[in-house]
């Protein structure tokens, strides 16, 4: 029984051990991490802070170009982030121009749509033609009887008209085939 319980308990030392090592290395690399980063943070501070190069005079011939192409090099490297920042926030002030002139032809185009529904109305419905109504003898003896005035349902003038019971019943012209 107690070498059962060695056992287990070296395994668990074993264990332990390793456990400890894996977090000491990442505890290292984090640390190193950090280092790098506060190094490369204290270079960059210092390019941006330093004093200009004054050179002493000789009166050697000196390689201007070479001496402009330095110079011109080290302003581009110091000016590089300021400038990669002014051409994205030129970027996404051309884009946001662009949203808002889309914005505005949507309006426009709401407006001359709704302009358009106005006026299409009036467009599709050409006032109707007044035809004067025809008078045939027999409707005109109707018309003086009251009861006979109204006209009635075109389904009961079609069925008076299929019986033909000798009643004539005028018949409207949507009823005509």
């Given at each position: 029984m107690n070498f059962i319980f060695g056992v287990i308990l070296l395994a668990m030392f074993i264990l332990a051990l390793r456990v400890i090592w894996a977090t000491a290395l990442?505890?290292?690399?984090?640390?190193?991490?950090?280092?790098?980063?506060?190094?490369?943070?204290?270079?960059?501070?210092?390019?941006?802070?330093?004093?200009?190069?004054?050179?002493?005079?000789?009166?050697?011939?000196?390689?201007?170009?070479?001496?402009?192409?330095?110079?011109?090099?080290?302003?581009?490297?110091?000016?590089?982030?300021?400038n990669r920042e002014a051409v994205r926030l030129e970027a996404q002030l051309q884009a946001?121009?662009?949203?808002?002139?889309?914005?505005?032809?949507?309006?426009?185009?709401?407006?001359?749509?709704?302009?358009?529904?106005?006026?299409?109305?009036?467009?599709?419905?050409?006032?109707?033609?007044?035809?004067?109504p025809r008078r045939s003898k027999k409707q005109s003896v109707a018309v003086s009887d009251p009861a006979a005035q109204k006209i009635p349902h075109q389904v009961s003038q079609l069925r008076a008209a299929l019986k033909g019971n000798g009643l004539s019943v005028p018949v409207s012209e949507s009823v005509r085939h």
């Open positions: 990442q505890v290292l690399s984090v640390l190193k991490h950090a280092a790098q980063t506060f190094h490369r943070y204290r270079v960059q501070r210092l390019a941006r802070h330093r004093l200009p190069v004054i050179m002493p005079r000789s009166r050697e011939d000196m390689d201007w170009l070479a001496i402009s192409d330095s110079v011109r090099q080290e302003i581009q490297t110091r000016n590089h982030g300021v946001k121009l662009k949203t808002i002139e889309i914005y505005e032809a949507d309006i426009q185009i709401a407006k001359l749509e709704r302009e358009l529904l106005k006026i299409k109305p009036v467009i599709e419905s050409p006032e109707p033609e007044v035809k004067k």
